[in-house]
């Protein structure tokens, strides 16, 4: 059964008619093009699908896009203000805090959902607010210095 | 060339690092086209089956079903190495494991292609099924494949440096051990995605997120029966690859035939239960290792025997039995050598070639050995290794050219920084450090297929505006290759990195790089690079002085800028200097290539284990661990890496860092295992691995020597330093509490297990009991490299 969604992502509205059972993430990417959200297992289990709805991080693989209408969604693409990176983003390009890039907007997007609640988290609370998304490459520690000194520059 | 350099050495973001913290970067699975139709695959259902029918007529009625293929659509084998051509992408005749590739479905979107794949009716024959090297050697039944040196041992190799036997008679004290490395996977990020497209002037082209464009290109080339000009492969930037992504897979073949099908663009992107059915990971083996040492610790013999459980498939596998044996003695100096090792097919998906490949095993438990052999002869862990380091410019007994080499540096750094000599044995009950070395290679000497041509080649072309664009077929997996391959060619040219263009990985349009496999990469496309860019060089500062009436040492080309060394105020931008050239000289073009020294020593197997350079690692682990609940808290890790020059340190301690993160997951929790036949646990929730709260602090230490060939003096950092991780852990538990865990990985329940038995006063220690009775062949008996060390007295 297909439905119209009407979505507000990055500040703009979309809409689209979809089967209700599609996942944001699957919507996000295929019907919307927003495809800077990844999926790592469509499980809720790697965390690289991570949006904010309404300022909270959420597993857009495991949200259904009926019951998000009308609240915030930001992904990646709506972190940069006209062109200039969030800091978070500066900060893990400077640290290559990215490596292969795959986890990262998942982790920038959890990030931020951090330092809007607590603009200078201590180290264990980055840890604990990161440890759900996971990644690869890095062994963690530029990504919790990048998040260190995006906080420190904001 | 070294003096004063302007990016070399210098810890610059990577290139491509802006794409990746926006969402810009293109990965395979975000591409779509027009018209693209996705495809889903159907795993065989049994470990061992034969199929006597597929039944697709209930799936081509489902509406929006575009076309079915089966094994019967795919006749040609491949493979990755010549000698083990036995994938077919979709197989024919049996399937060989729970999952294995047996038809695929394309329609008009993922959900009814999801739908077909269960209305495949398939008539299977069940098989005995063997799922471990024992039940290979006990059990009887068809084998899994139709070919290897006997049954379902798919290789054997013996060899012998040097006369053991008189080796073991020269020792004061000999010792012999079990190991067992669990397997395990890499398990990347991103899912394998392709998107294949056969368009109607009869040209295939293919986006995939592959380490190994010019394989793939190989492999699909042969599959499909189509000329090699037919067929393009362009590696999308890949999201993470560990090795994963090294062989051609079977989805990567069959999407590409059904777009050869249906003329249209399909995609298939592989569920995360089919990343660990693709597999192609670390070996699980079990290995038996005799250490004869004399009082002073210096190795006077040592022999190694490995047994691989291989999965169904070759892949990398015959490499990977002699990279179970072929770099022990590239970091203590041992004068006579023994190594014995066999490979069985099983029931299981394919293992091949995962970080470290086939080196970090013997590793485990050649460190481990070492660390009781000191104790029992009371010698310190640090002085049995520092004191035997191999020699600079020596060769290995099996005839192994080692060039640069700073293990020694390496040990003393981090023993200092660790305080090692001051905690180890010394640390409260249930707190302890453990220490371990290792070496890596900096790329393959010898190519995966025979042939005499370049490992790699760059091309460069240099427009009227400066403009510096570069090709090479080399792939960033997120080792940061692109960022090498910039910094490299801006820095010859003195041109800033803006002014560099690249085109990577695109088997139409750059120069063929073999891969990102073997930590290859920066040394051989680095030299290279410099080859191609020094040629455009000479020609842009000839023109450069002839227009400034100077001589051309006269001159030096920076910032974009050639000028006068002596008068900087006489100078032209690199733009118009290129202009000067190219008016003289016609378009602006070069190519550079690299292919390694002749390595290879005067026997058969001789080809793995020669590289143009060894990197050298050095790793102290501290732990925590609970007697209660034999709980291992890794406090911290310091470890110090002979990298040779670091290209970037940033990209070198993040290579650092994620080895030392893959290398206790490896350690302490993660295993690709098996239960009733199936994979246990194919999913990112159960298969465990470290998150941000497991992770401890990593103390990096870069050792630098520059090593003599490596570009700018580089060698390899991607790989080596996982290899003494695990063993570090495994002596640093020792340390704590007294328990040797043998095996990987060291789970809470192996060291309670432990601790249960030291109680009841017998030997505590959890591992393998023994190694099967296995009857290997008569070794090829080799002199050692007359440069190796000596068995003294002999």
Redesign the interface.
């Known amino acids: 059964m297909k439905q119209l969604i009407k979505l507000r992502v990055n500040g703009e509205d979309y809409e689209a008619y979809v089967?209700v059972h599609k996942t944001l993430l699957e919507v996000l990417?295929?019907d919307l093009?927003?495809?800077?959200?990844?999926?790592?297992?469509?499980?809720g289990?790697?965390g690289?699908c991570t949006v904010l709805v309404d300022g909270e991080p959420t597993l857009s693989c495991l949200t259904l896009p009926i019951e998000i209408q009308g609240r915030e969604i930001l992904?990646?693409?709506g972190?940069?203000h006209n062109g200039t990176?969030h800091p978070?983003?500066?900060a893990?390009?400077?640290?290559?805090a990215?490596?292969?890039?795959?986890?990262?907007?998942g982790m920038?997007i959890s990030a931020k959902a951090l330092l809007d609640h607590d603009p200078h988290p201590a180290r264990d609370d980055?840890?604990?607010a990161?440890?759900?998304?996971?990644?690869?490459?890095?062994?963690?520690?530029?990504?919790?210095e990048a998040v260190e000194l995006a906080a420190e520059r904001r | 060339m070294t003096d004063e350099l302007t990016l070399i050495g210098k810890p610059l973001?990577?290139v491509?690092?802006?794409?990746?913290?926006?969402?810009?970067?293109?990965?395979a699975?975000?591409l779509?086209m027009p018209r693209m139709l996705h495809a889903k695959i159907l795993g065989c259902h049994y470990p061992h089956a034969r199929i006597k029918h597929i039944g697709t007529a209930r799936a081509q009625a489902l509406p929006g079903v575009v076309a079915i293929i089966t094994g019967a659509d795919l006749p040609v084998k491949y493979g990755n190495l010549p000698v083990s051509q036995d994938e077919t992408g979709l197989a024919g005749d049996k399937g060989r494991f729970v999952g294995d590739p047996i038809a695929a479905v394309a329609a008009v979107d993922e959900?009814t292609a999801e739908r077909a794949i269960d209305l495949i009716d398939v008539e299977y024959e069940e098989l005995p099924a063997f799922m471990s090297v024992e039940d290979v050697l006990t059990k009887e039944g068809e084998p899994i494949q139709d070919y290897g040196d006997q049954g379902n041992v798919h290789k054997m190799v013996a060899l012998e440096f040097g006369d053991t036997e008189s080796g073991f008679a020269a020792a004061d004290y000999v010792r012999e051990d079990t190991f067992f490395y669990q397997g395990n996977t890499?398990?990347?990020?991103?899912?394998h995605a392709v998107v294949a497209h056969y368009t109607a002037d009869g040209k295939l082209t293919l986006w995939s997120s592959t380490q190994c464009p010019h394989y793939v290109h190989r492999a699909l080339s042969k599959a499909l029966a189509i000329a090699p000009s037919r067929v393009r492969i362009i590696a999308t930037?890949?999201?993470?690859?560990?090795g994963g992504k090294s062989d051609p897979l079977p989805h990567e073949v069959a999407a590409a035939k059904l777009s050869m099908i249906t003329g249209r663009p399909v995609k298939i992107a592989l569920?995360?239960e089919e990343v660990f059915y693709a597999h192609r990971g670390r070996h699980p083996v079990l290995m038996w290792a005799k250490t004869g040492v004399r009082k002073d610790g210096s190795i006077t013999a040592m022999h190694f025997k490995t047994f691989l459980d291989g999965g169904a498939y070759g892949s990398y596998g015959v490499a990977s039995t002699y990279y179970t044996g072929a770099l022990q003695p590239v970091t203590y100096k041992v004068p006579t050598y023994k190594f014995e090792g066999m490979r069985a097919f099983t029931n299981k998906p394919a293992c091949g070639p995962k970080r470290g490949h086939g080196t970090p095993q013997p590793r485990f438990g050649m460190e481990i050995q070492l660390d009781k052999i000191a104790e029992a002869i009371g010698i310190s862990p640090v002085d049995i290794r520092r004191k035997f380091v191999v020699d600079e410019n020596s060769y290995t007994v099996n005839h192994l050219r080692i060039t640069s080499c700073a293990l020694g540096e390496c040990i003393d750094k981090v023993a200092a920084a660790s305080g090692f000599n001051d905690k180890h044995r010394k640390l409260p009950f249930g707190k302890g450090v453990g220490l371990a070395c290792s070496s890596y290679l900096s790329g393959a000497g010898l190519p995966i297929y025979w042939n005499n041509m370049p490992h790699t080649s760059v091309q460069i072309k240099i427009d009227r505006g400066g403009g510096v664009a570069v090709l090479c077929g080399s792939t960033d997996?997120?080792?940061?290759s692109n960022s090498v391959l910039a910094y490299t060619v801006a820095e010859v040219l003195g041109v800033s990195l803006d002014a560099i263009q690249l085109t990577v990985s695109d088997t139409d349009l750059t120069p063929i790089d073999l891969g990102s496999y073997s930590s290859r990469v920066t040394f051989m496309m680095g030299n290279a690079a410099i080859e191609a860019a020094s040629k455009l060089k000479k020609l842009i500062m000839e023109a450069a002085a002839e227009k400034l009436q100077l001589p051309v040492e006269a001159l030096a080309a920076k910032n974009n800028s050639i000028y006068c060394i002596d008068d900087e105020r006489r100078s032209l931008t690199f733009a118009q200097a290129a202009q000067l050239a190219e008016a003289k000289h016609g378009g602006l073009g070069a190519m550079g290539s690299y292919t390694p020294p002749k390595l290879a020593g005067p026997f058969r197997g001789s080809g793995v284990g020669p590289s143009p350079a060894y990197s050298y690692s050095a790793c102290v682990a501290q732990v925590d661990v609970d007697p209660e609940t034999g709980e291992i808290k890794v406090e911290k890790i310091w470890i110090a890496h002979d990298c040779g020059r670091a290209i970037n340190p940033?990209?070198v301690?993040?290579q650092t860092?994620?080895?030392?993160?893959?290398g206790l997951g490896e350690a302490l929790m993660e295993e690709q295992d098996f239960r009733r036949n199936q994979h246990k646990i194919p999913?990112?929730?159960d298969y465990k691995?470290?998150?941000?709260?497991d992770?401890p602090?990593?103390e990096t230490i870069l050792v630098e020597p520059i090593d003599p060939e490596g570009p700018f003096g580089a060698k390899e950092a991607g790989q080596g330093p996982l290899l003494p991780v695990p063993p570090a852990v495994a002596n640093a538990v020792y340390d704590a509490v007294g328990v040797r865990i043998d095996e990987l990985p060291i789970t809470a329940d192996k060291v309670l297990k432990a601790l249960a038995l030291k109680a009841e006063g017998k030997e505590p220690r959890v591992g393998p009991k023994g190694v099967p009775s296995f009857v290997f062949p008569e070794p090829v008996r080799v002199e050692p490299h007359p440069q190796a060390p000596k068995l003294r007295g002999a």
Not at chain 1, 130 to 144: A, P
Not at chain 2, 18 to 27: D, H, Q, R
């Open positions: 089967p990417r295929e093009n927003l495809t800077g959200t990844k999926h790592g297992c469509e499980l289990e790697c690289a992904t990646v693409e972190l940069a990176p978070l983003q500066t893990f390009a400077e640290l290559s990215a490596q292969c890039g795959y986890c990262t907007p920038l980055i840890r604990q990161l440890s759900g998304n996971l990644c690869r490459c890095t062994g963690y520690s530029k990504i919790i | 973001p990577k491509d690092a802006l794409g990746k913290v926006t969402g810009e970067t293109k990965y699975d975000d779509a959900e890499h398990l990347p990020m991103e899912e930037p890949v999201g993470g690859g560990f569920t995360r997996i997120g080792q940061g940033l990209l301690i993040g860092e994620g080895s030392v993160y893959m999913s990112l929730l691995s470290l998150t941000m709260m992770m602090e990593v």
